[in-house]
């Protein structure tokens, strides 16, 4: 996936058949290797951001504002916190403490590389559970605090709110298909060395699709949603037996959805064609959202920005 920083001057990404990855500096224009590489997460509060696949995997934000050509993860104040696993999102701290990160039981989501009808698997067990890391600040980087886990039965692929106060995550049905999504408060309280963390249930939405991303007011969740034969009305045909529907049902496709958590409806707010998957959405702090296209029939991809949100409130 791709993430911003949340003034949105760095883009962070995975990229494939590479050595590392790239954090991209708008500013600047400037392109930098970093050595990681994948899931990159930037803190809410601008402090610093995590990088889970390299050497080391958490550098305060200097380490970029200090415009250098290349990242080793090995600068002044980068740490390796091995609690943090992948598919991680990161919070800001509650009442002035410890950040935190968040992982949990997840399934991988390729994007398209091979046509996908079906949103991804919810295959979350009975045993599952989120993974709080609370992350104090140190002033020259950051120490992972002892995790805290929370039973979340056939709950997976969880995201940490900007505020640190929710979660919202995919629940698992029968056959390991998705029935919605759950979203949870999170009531954190010191304890010893670490927090005492509960998540009681907020609301359900029968909704499905992939990892969601949270707005930094917290109002709404964008995901990216399969196209597959019950999306055909929707897109403006007659049914999945339509022919001009065909191409779908063989080249697949993805749309990105946003949804109000007031409300709990989502809203399309992408028209991808047969074999164009828009993927893995994300909000900058001022409201914009950005994505991944994977276009399989052209053979690229890139990234969009949209400021759908910005227009529906």
């Not at 791709?2 to 001057?9: C, H, I, M």
């Not at 943090?84 to 990160?101: K, N, P």
């Not at 009808?117 to 020259?140: E, K, M, Q, R, V």
């Not at 039965?153 to 900007?162: H, K, Q, S, W, Y």
Request: contains cysteine; negative net charge.
């Amino acid at each position: 996936w791709t993430r911003s920083s949340a003034d949105g001057r760095f883009v962070a990404h995975g990229v494939a058949n590479v050595p590392g990855s790239y954090v991209i500096d708008l500013q600047r224009d400037a392109e930098l290797p970093i050595d990681a590489q994948y899931d990159p997460a930037f803190f809410p509060d601008h402090s610093g951001f995590m990088f889970p696949g390299g050497p080391r995997n958490t550098c305060p934000i200097s380490v970029l504002t200090s415009n250098p050509t290349s990242i080793s993860m090995t600068e002044l104040g980068c740490s390796q916190n091995e609690e943090v696993g992948l598919y991680q999102h990161v919070g800001r701290s509650l009442d002035g403490g410890d950040l935190f990160a968040l992982d949990s039981q997840f399934v991988s989501d390729d994007g398209g590389k091979l046509p996908t009808l079906d949103d991804p698997l919810a295959s979350f067990t009975g045993a599952a559970h989120a993974t709080f890391t609370p992350l104090l600040a140190t002033g020259d980087g950051f120490a992972a605090r002892p995790r805290v886990e929370v039973a979340t039965p056939f709950e997976g692929d969880a995201v940490l709110a900007p505020s640190s106060r929710l979660t919202i995550d995919r629940l698992a049905g029968p056959g390991d298909r998705q029935l919605g999504y759950v979203l949870r408060a999170v009531a954190a309280t010191p304890a010893g060395s670490s927090y005492d963390i509960a998540i009681p249930e907020i609301a359900r939405y029968c909704v499905t699709g992939g990892k969601p991303a949270f707005s930094y007011d917290e109002r709404w969740i964008a995901f990216h949603h399969y196209i597959g034969p019950e999306d055909a009305a929707d897109l403006g045909f007659s049914g999945p037996g339509d022919p001009g529907f065909a191409p779908y049902l063989s080249l697949g496709g993805a749309n990105l959805y946003v949804m109000d958590l007031s409300t709990g409806i989502p809203q399309r707010i992408t028209n991808m064609h047969p074999g164009q998957y828009a993927l893995y959405p994300h909000f900058r702090s001022d409201g914009w959202l950005y994505g991944e296209v994977r276009d399989g029939q052209a053979g690229r991809e890139y990234t969009i920005a949209s400021e759908a949100v910005r227009v529906l409130e």
